[in-house]
């Protein structure tokens, strides 16, 4: 069929595909995929099969992964495929179903459902806080610092802990001596190992909190700006295997 343009330019050893090219393979990537799930949906009634999930290290790791055992029970036919990821996932280009990012952002063209609200708390382990007083105290200039912006909108390493000041009306020299990383959940390692304190999103960290591996340094709490939010193409939300896991993702953010 002549279709008015070419698709592959002739190299010396290889055909490489044209702009026009490349722009027809990714839509008939994109319209293979999604008959590929069509089959799958079809085929699966019974909810068996796979199902792709993109999720930040940090939630996967705090959060999601003691709680699998119940989705396992209640659904042990259906297949869980992980795309570890802080960053933004593409539904065009990545095999992801859904994906539960933690952020800010909006996304008119997708779907978009809001699972839980954050809160940020400084904490550390309990023998770093016996070896200095409350953040108000005179001890807060010898504190050390830890520092992370994993999948946060804004790359700063030093927001969380201007937000947190800003709420609570404290001015802390966070930018003294610190460790940075974009990883929360090593972050979160380093404080449990005694390094310092760490500023910390409480819905991950209330399990540490409770059994009392990490102890707050101050009663504050700042609503974090952000949030975790479960997104997906807007095709992918009737079915059945998105419903099961989307539905028993809200009841255990409820």
């Not at 992964?65 to 802080?86: D, I, Y």
């Not at 065009?92 to 539960?100: F, H, Q, S, T, Y």
């Not at 010898?142 to 912006?149: D, G, K, M, N, S």
């Amino acid at each position: 069929m002549h279709i008015g343009f070419r698709l592959f330019i002739r190299m010396t050893r290889k055909l490489a595909l044209t702009e026009e090219g490349k722009r027809l393979l990714a839509t008939l990537s994109h319209s293979l995929r999604a008959i590929n799930d069509e089959i799958e949906d079809i085929r699966d009634q019974d909810l068996r099969g796979t199902l792709h999930i993109g999720i930040a290290p940090t939630l996967a790791h705090l959060w999601l992964m003691p709680r699998l055992p119940r989705f396992q029970t209640q659904w042990p036919g259906l297949n869980l495929q992980f795309r570890v990821r802080a960053g933004v996932m593409d539904f065009n280009e990545e095999r992801v179903d859904l994906a539960i990012y933690y952020g800010a952002t909006r996304y008119p063209d997708l779907y978009q459902q809001r699972l839980m609200a954050e809160s940020l708390l400084p904490v550390c382990s309990p023998r770093y806080r016996q070896q200095y007083r409350p953040l108000s105290g005179g001890d807060r200039a010898a504190l050390v610092w830890i520092h992370a912006c994993e999948s946060t909108d804004v790359q700063d390493q030093f927001a969380e802990w201007r937000l947190w000041c800003q709420h609570s009306g404290q001015a802390l020299p966070f930018d003294g001596r610190y460790y940075a990383v974009n990883n929360h959940s090593l972050a979160i390692e380093m404080a449990l190992n005694g390094l310092g304190v760490v500023m910390g999103r409480k819905t991950l960290i209330q399990p540490l909190l409770d059994a009392g591996r990490l102890v707050a340094l101050s009663e504050n709490e700042a609503p974090s700006p952000f949030g975790y939010d479960l997104i997906c193409p807007q095709e992918n939300r009737s079915r059945p295997r998105f419903r099961a896991f989307s539905e028993w993702l809200a009841a255990e953010c409820a």
